[in-house]
């Protein structure tokens, strides 16, 4: 079966009913957030930038934010037959990719971005049920709507699956 491929860029976001896989490439500090909808087989994938809108002097782009990012992509889902309570998410990404001499929480926009988008989550009473975050490497990942698993690809790392 062909699957549609839909490539998911810097601070946006997508989703779509199956047969699909949503992928972004390069997730450095940034948050991949994988949502999935295992009955309706609805994915959708946002490449979080920053963790809070309400700090940003331009918060036109929603999909750039978690805190926006996180309910468009909850709507788009439900709109293609998702039901809120049977959505699971999967979070990717949020690397610290440079060293600092002061390690000010400001800098550690990685940790920032993990830390929102979990508490975005939490406050729509979506479960998180895997992880990869952290670490000093960048990420590309794809997510797949037959079965929701969340393949990571990284220079270095090798490929996994959560």
Excluded: W
């Excluded at 994988?34 to 809108?53: C, E, F, N, Q, R």
Aim: charged share 20%; glycine share 10%; with cysteine.
């Amino acid at each position: 079966m062909d699957i549609e491929i839909i490539k998911v860029g810097m601070a946006d976001l997508n989703s779509s009913r199956h047969p699909c896989m949503i992928t972004t490439l390069g997730l450095g500090s940034c948050v991949g957030v994988a949502l999935y909808d295992s009955t309706a087989k609805v994915a959708g994938l946002a490449h979080v930038m920053l963790p809070s809108s309400e700090q940003a002097k331009n918060n036109s782009n929603i999909a750039k934010f978690a805190d926006t990012a996180i309910v468009k992509l909850v709507d788009d889902m439900i709109k293609l037959g998702a039901r809120k309570d049977r959505i699971v998410a999967k979070l990717a990404g949020g690397a610290q990719m440079f060293v600092f001499n002061q390690s000010s929480d400001l800098m550690r926009i990685g940790y920032r971005n993990v830390v929102a988008s979990k508490e975005k989550l939490k406050l729509l009473n979506i479960p998180i049920i895997s992880e990869d975050t952290g670490g000093n490497y960048g990420r590309t990942i794809e997510l797949y709507s037959d079965d929701g698993r969340l393949m990571i690809k990284t220079i270095g790392f090798g490929i996994k699956q959560i």
